[in-house]
């Protein structure tokens, strides 16, 4: 527990949130937030899930909470690897108490709780961009969020063996938990977790195996018509896939529309005979908790070896990749050989394979050689970053 003073006068201490603060959370993210139902995982993780950490900073004196945040432990898929993780969100400061640095303190906190956890990285959609850079967090990719009219759906081509959709029920979890870790490693940036999604759930079966799991919701757009909004979509493979977009919405006349995130690696808009343009475009955030740690336990293209010097904001980390792997040592700062000035947060978006070295060298983002430019792009080179599920 640390506790700070704010310009201002009154100081606070961070804890871990506990219970009977469960109002004052609830009101602090209501404030900040008009609208959380993006997050519908933590909104029902309250009180006790053991994967999830909340963090408040309570006012000296009279006890009352100035500020939340809350972290859901997951695995992130980066390079073929599970990398330990959190995902952060619903960071809010009381009205009264901005400006005056508790955002900051309580982030720190809640990195370092997250750390003491044992994750490595953090992942985290913001609203407000520049707090969280501040704090070492770099931009890592996009989520944009696909109206697709429904007549669209329909057309898509039928697939060789049809699937059977069917309600999911608590003994589906075993199967579900697979499809997820294995996606997680087939693309970057995927959770790798067990969250309660909320609203109709269906899985997707092909000759008796569980090869799809949907969350959906369905949301009335006009008197007559609604809109179906699909919250996480895993398939085994990209038939399976396919089949179930073609599907969601078949028997549903009055389903105008869909709007999804596509998940990590979906071939979806590559089968639309028209054009879909995002309805919803935002940027996620990805910090390094731990440099070293981090990039020893991604993994990396095989048929690589490499050495390179990293210095992070002041610290000097060698990284060794051979046969797909890494392993870090303390760098020294006088040696000879490949070296990258950077900060931390230009690191995470690098490790996201969202920055990419070679044009920020160029650019004067990060400080080294052509070659060495050259090869970090081989090394974090990667599809596109989605951090796909709900957390
Ligand atoms: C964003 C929020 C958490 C910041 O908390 P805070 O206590 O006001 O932040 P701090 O006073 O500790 O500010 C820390 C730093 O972040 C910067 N910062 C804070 N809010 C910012 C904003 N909206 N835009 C740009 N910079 C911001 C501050 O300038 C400060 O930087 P400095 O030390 O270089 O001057 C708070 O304003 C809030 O609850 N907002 C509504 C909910 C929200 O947006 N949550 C976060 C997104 S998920």
Sequence with gaps: MRSADPAGGAGFVLRAARAGDEDAVAGLVAQAFSDDSHRPGLAQAWPEDPAVLRRVAERTGDGALLATATLRLAGQGWGGRVVPAAALAGVAVDLTARGRGVGAALLADAFAAARA?????VALIPSTHAFYRR????TAGRRPVYA???HQLRALPRPAVRLVHR?????DAAAVAALVAARSVRGNGGLDHDVETGGAQFVSERAGRVVGWCALRRRPS???????VVHDLVAADAEAELAIWRDLVADEPSASQVHALLPTGSLLEHHLPRQTEPVEDSTWMLGLLDVPGALAARGYPAG????VRFDVDGTATTLHVADGSGRTAPGDPDA???AVRLSGADLASVYAGHLDPVAAAHAGILTTDPSTAGLLRTLFAGPPAVLDRPF
Excluded: E, F, K, M
């Design 117 to 121: 956890a044992g994750a490595l990285v």
């Design 135 to 138: 704090s070492g967090c770099g």
């Design 148 to 150: 697709i009219a429904s």
């Design 167 to 171: 309600a999911a029920t608590p003994a």
């Design 222 to 228: 006009t008197r007559s018509l609604y809109t179906v």
């Design 304 to 307: 690589v070896s490499a050495r």
């Design 336 to 338: 000879d050989g490949p």
